[in-house]
């Protein structure tokens, strides 16, 4: 037999090692999401069973096959759990260590005459939150992707937090003439939608979770500011104001298309 003829195909992916680690939490937020999904199947499942012995009069020996199904399903989800959680460990590890490198500004979305660039920290001011006093850094990696880190060393350990976004649920809106934390003039976006927040407190494991968030920028100048809320229906932990954080280091820049209105920096490249 003939040895089957495979075609040379050696492509040329350029990723950076930032962008590697937010696909990686992506694809936990996914398979978590579809267990659950299973998970759910499987208790419908079992609730049509004690409807149907109810109704049809179904017989206890096929109630007990239907449970001892599920009892599998269930057991082979945990196994898949443990995976999901040795894996979320090993990449938040990673996470903080090297920033990935800065792209040139270009246009997030096509038809949005503003958009974003750079990389930002500054300090948690708010007293009521876990997180005051942090150090948060606000980063855009590229067109569409940003990375909002926490990281806070205190008498009881470390915590941190990471948030990145979900591409297919991201919103992003100009916000032409309004004020912006505080800040009169400059340039301001908003950017919403669903992401994937891993929060990781003193003597406790790391937890994962998506979450809606919404993400406020402003700059003018060299001065800029940002703000970051996440909320969280069923789990507290994940609910997140970071109020206006003033960037004391790096540059954080929102630029706008020259002859747009409220321009404070026009895009360098227009």
Not at 56 to 63: M, P, V
Not at 242 to 265: D, F, H, I, N, W
């Amino acid at each position: 037999m003939s040895q089957p003829g495979i075609p040379d195909i050696s492509p040329t992916i350029t990723i950076e090692r930032d962008q590697v680690l937010t696909l990686l939490l992506a694809s936990i937020a996914v398979e978590e999401m579809g267990l659950a999904h299973i998970l759910n199947a499987e208790g419908e499942k079992m609730q049509l069973a004690f409807a149907k012995s109810q109704d049809e009069g179904i017989c206890l020996n096929q109630i007990i096959e239907v449970n001892t199904g599920v009892e599998r399903v269930i057991r082979s989800i945990t196994r898949l759990q443990l995976l999901l959680a040795e894996k979320l460990e090993n990449v938040v590890t990673l996470i903080g260590s090297t920033p990935c490198s800065l792209p040139a500004p270009s246009p997030p979305v096509p038809g949005l005459h503003c958009f974003y660039c750079g990389k930002g920290s500054g300090t948690i001011s708010r007293t009521d939150s876990d997180f005051a006093g942090a150090e948060a850094t606000l980063l855009f990696c590229d067109e569409t992707c940003f990375q909002y880190t926490l990281f806070r060393k205190g008498k009881r350990g470390i915590m941190s937090a990471k948030l990145v976004p979900l591409k297919q649920e991201l919103k992003i809106r100009c916000l032409e003439g309004e004020p912006c934390l505080g800040m009169e003039k400059g340039n301001s976006l908003l950017v919403a939608g669903i992401g994937v927040m891993c929060i990781k407190m003193p003597c406790s494991k790391a937890q994962h979770s998506t979450v809606n968030f919404e993400l406020k920028v402003c700059s003018c100048g060299r001065h800029s500011k940002f703000e970051v809320v996440t909320w969280q229906k069923d789990d507290d932990l994940f609910n997140h104001e970071s109020g206006a954080v003033q960037v004391s280091s790096g540059e954080l820049q929102v630029y706008v298309k020259k002859g747009e209105q409220g321009s404070c920096q026009s895009d360098p490249n227009s």
